[in-house]
């Protein structure tokens, strides 16, 4: 079963926007990961965040954890068009990784 | 490119018939993991393999069952193949059962008619 629920399900933007996509969960974490996956192809790690910490940059990418709500979100600043892809955030639980059902994000010239 | 390959890229198989379906690991990583991802969902845990053992198993049937091997390649067998096994299979490997992140390959994409 999944762990959670990415919100929205899809989001079109337009190139040099923001872009920003939630996740819930359900469980108590360790940390949150979020992926990227290109057309149905194998997942990218972006980022992780740890339970204690509460905001995350990596290049154009910000993340925020509230362990209150059991929730995440992924911002991505300026988009490219190269930004299209489904982005997953996943939680850890003993060896498996437990992932939400995707935003599926397009950037349109 | 995070090292990790799969085979074959796509592949088209009967209802009843078995298939295996292949990963080679990075490296150094001695823990595989494998993932169903249907159409329009996310990955689903199937199991994991650490040295050789298998480490855990997620909700399916026996006759998904798996190998991994010390040259760092692995194998998914499924047997009876259904109508629903057709998904994209992801392998994934990390450094130890540990590890937080797990690399990604690029997935086999089987169809089951």
């Known amino acids: 079963s999944q762990q959670g629920e990415e919100d929205p399900q899809a989001l079109s933007i337009q190139e040099g926007e923001n872009a920003t996509m939630n996740c819930s969960y359900k469980t108590s974490i360790n940390n949150l990961q979020w992926y990227r996956q290109n057309s149905g192809r194998g997942l990218v790690h972006l980022i992780l965040i740890r339970s204690n910490e509460r905001e995350k940059h990596s290049g154009r990418l910000r993340v925020t954890l509230d362990t209150s709500k059991k929730s995440s979100s992924l911002l991505i600043t300026a988009s490219r068009a190269a930004d299209t892809a489904s982005y997953f955030c996943?939680?850890?639980?003993?060896?498996?990784?437990?992932f939400g059902t995707g935003t599926q994000l397009k950037v349109e010239l | 490119e995070t090292g990790v390959t799969q085979s074959p890229t796509h592949l088209i198989k009967t209802r009843g018939q078995q298939v295996t379906l292949r990963c080679s690991s990075q490296?150094?990583?001695?823990?595989v993991s494998w993932y169903q991802q249907a159409l329009g969902q996310g990955p689903q845990f199937i199991f994991q393999y650490y040295r050789e053992e298998e480490n855990g198993r997620g909700n399916f049937p026996p006759r998904f069952s798996g190998l991994q091997f010390p040259n760092y390649s692995s194998e998914l067998n499924v047997n009876a193949l259904e109508l629903d096994d057709s998904a994209l299979y992801l392998c994934?490997?990390?450094?130890?059962?540990?590890?937080?992140?797990?690399?990604f390959g690029p997935g086999t994409r089987l169809t089951v008619l």
């Open positions: 994934a490997s990390s450094p130890d059962r540990g590890s937080d992140t797990q690399y």
């Open positions: 996943a939680t850890r639980g003993g060896n498996k990784l437990t």
């Open positions: 490296s150094g990583h001695n823990t």
